[in-house]
């Protein structure tokens, strides 16, 4: 009788042993599955700084801020101009304040998803009146 409860208590060590990786590997795919879709979504944000700062660029050096945000390929929804990306739109907002010597033109290119915003780059611009 005690080689039979020796056998026993082997299968059960076997089947804790067995029980504890099918755990272990359950909690390691969960864990890369996250730090994947972590990475997935830096990656997207990088894209949308990278593409914000492109567009900044290109608005502080247009004559044409209207007509640069079209051919970027930016709609005009209401006051602001907006352009869908993979998790985020891009969206620029205008301001001009006159002064004596000319316009201070001023504009926000901002990346938002799901009402929340991500980063906001100011860009103004100094244009001064023709005599």
Same mark, same amino acid.
């Given at each position: 009788?005690?080689?039979?409860?020796?056998?026993?208590?082997?299968?059960?060590?076997?089947?804790?042993?067995?029980?504890?990786?099918?755990?272990?590997?359950?909690?390691?795919?969960?864990?890369?599955?996250?730090?994947?879709?972590?990475?997935?979504?830096?990656?997207?944000?990088?894209?949308?700084?990278?593409?914000?700062?492109?567009? /900044?660029?290109? +608005?502080?050096?247009?004559?044409?801020?209207?007509? %640069?945000?079209? !051919?970027?390929? #930016?709609?005009?929804?209401?006051?602001?101009?907006?352009?869908?990306?993979?998790?985020?739109?891009?969206?620029?907002?205008?301001?001009?304040?006159?002064?004596? /010597?000319?316009? +201070?033109?001023?504009?926000?290119?901002?990346?938002? %998803?799901?009402? !929340?915003?991500? #980063?906001?780059?100011?860009?103004?611009?100094?244009?001064?009146?023709?005599?």
């Amino acid at each position: 009788m005690k080689s039979g409860s020796r056998s026993n208590a082997l299968l059960v060590e076997l089947l804790i042993v067995v029980m504890f990786f099918m755990l272990s590997s359950t909690v390691l795919l969960e864990l890369y599955a996250t730090s994947r879709n972590q990475s997935v979504r830096a990656g997207a944000l990088t894209q949308a700084l990278n593409e914000a700062q492109n567009v /900044a660029d290109r +608005l502080y050096t247009a004559e044409d801020a209207e007509k %640069a945000l079209s !051919e970027m390929g #930016f709609e005009k929804q209401g006051e602001a101009w907006q352009k869908s990306g993979e998790i985020c739109v891009l969206k620029v907002t205008a301001s001009a304040e006159a002064t004596g /010597a000319g316009t +201070l033109l001023r504009q926000q290119v901002s990346a938002v %998803a799901d009402g !929340e915003t991500y #980063f906001t780059l100011p860009v103004a611009r100094y244009q001064e009146v023709q005599p």
